[in-house]
């Protein structure tokens, strides 16, 4: 019987440009030569928030000074078992070194060019291409020719990640918007994925399916598509979405909602309970707005999920890398 996990802290220092630092493990060490997230042994009794100031300092030589629980993922390697404590850091005092590491470069996750890679890592390098805001779509309320133009501006700011979830609409019309909104994202680079319905998400060529709470409850294994999200209201939805191999899950609702009016929310403090050792990134939703960008990732989320608020004019996230 394997013992209880060594839990280590650590550091995903991410610049302005989006681009994260890795470094190459020393000659001393098992996996020597493999690149790796910087971060070390948490000492018994240590805040994992003090434990991860300690190691950046020793390995990098810099000092944290802004940084945000992210996720937590075990991991079993046939000398040790780990439970890695992730943290996104966005701000620092110095320029980081090697000093413990080989070398240290700064790569961009999706497209990295470093080889080999700690086999620990390759999942989180993918939750780090998923952006801050994750945008659902309005178009029932805003009506399709209004909601597609301010999409448009939005893809052409920045946006990224979209749900398409349109419960009104018959569905003739959810996919018929569907094609024009995966071909709108398709032309700015963004991601998409559709509520739901993992067929016409293939049909469409969509990038993923979001499974409700409902199919999540329901569901033998993930949808065979290159993404897939989970809508979780509680740590026992969060556990069958982690078991069933999600790449993240939306998590609330936080406060009160026109779009559920019936739910209770969670407000922040169970939220950050919930989220707390999550092994996938969480957004934060329900009843959420851009400027609640900064407090979700202090309780944990990766970003913000949106309805009403990823379409207000003039508003989006101000991401804290920037």
Known sequence: MMSAPVDVAVAVLIRSDGAALLAQRPQTKVYSGYWEFPGGKIEPGEPVPEALKREVREELGIEVERAYP????????????????????????????????????????????????????????????????????????????????????????????????????????????????????????????????????????????HLTAEQLRGALSRPDLPWCGASCHSSEELRSAEALGVDFVVLGPVRATPSHPSAVPLGWERFQEIAAGAAVPVYALGGIFPSDLEQGMSCGAHGIAMVRGSWRNGEKPQDSSV
Do not use: C
């Not at 078992?81 to 005092?93: G, P």
């Not at 996919?175 to 049909?203: I, P, Q, Y």
């Open 70 to 209: 992210w996720i937590t993922r075990v991991f079993v390697y046939p000398h040790a078992k780990v439970r890695l404590h992730f943290y996104r850091v966005y701000a620092w005092r110095g320029e980081p070194r090697a000093v413990e590491h080989q070398a240290i470069a700064w790569q961009h996750p999706d497209a990295i060019e470093l080889d080999p890679l700690l086999p620990a890592n390759g999942p989180v390098i993918r939750s780090l291409m998923l952006p801050s805001e994750y945008a659902i779509t309005h178009a029932g309320a805003l009506g399709f020719e209004l909601f597609l133009s301010k999409l448009e501006a939005r893809l052409r700011g920045g946006l990224k990640l979209i749900q398409i979830r349109e419960k009104t609409l018959a569905p003739q019309a959810v996919a018929e918007f569907a094609r024009r909104v995966t071909a709108l994202a398709r032309a700015h680079g963004a991601k998409v994925l559709v509520n739901s319905d993992a067929a016409l998400a293939r049909e469409i060529g969509a990038d993923g399916v």
